[in-house]
Nanobody
Framework: VQLVESGGGLVQPGGSLRLTCVAS????????MTWYRQSPGKERELVGG????????SLTASVKGRFTISRDNDKNMVYLQMSRMKPEDTAVYYC?????????WGQGTQVTVSS
């Protein structure tokens, strides 16, 4: 299983970014996918998740209304669209899949929100 995130970078407050995670080595359409983030000195936190079919998603309260999660099962990709970003969104963002009793992680992509 390999998960590779991309799309991070530096963005000004109020700006937008779209993160992409491409998965390989799994039957992608069979698994829900999740996004996590970790800020310096803090524990990794769940940002949100999406069902295997992409018909439902959920987001943590702090990003609800600003972030959306989507997926393209034909491309084995899951996306995190972030808008109206805040400095507190600064973190390393990870995609994740739970399968066969194990959690698999990508290497993460750094997102920095700063003026």
């Amino acid at each position: 299983v390999q998960l590779v995130e991309s799309g991070g970078g530096l963005v000004q407050p109020g700006g937008s970014l779209r993160l992409t995670c491409v998965a390989s080595g799994i039957s992608f359409s069979s698994f829900p996918m999740t996004w996590y983030r970790q800020s310096p000195g803090k524990e990794r936190e769940l940002v949100g998740g999406i069902t295997k079919d992409g018909d439902m998603s959920s987001l943590t309260a702090s990003v609800k209304g600003r972030f959306t999660i989507s997926r393209d099962n034909d491309k084995n990709m899951v996306y995190l669209q972030m808008s109206r970003m805040k400095p507190e969104d600064t973190a390393v963002y990870y995609c994740n899949v739970y399968m066969r009793g194990e959690m698999f992680w990508g290497q993460g992509t750094q997102v920095t929100v700063s003026s």
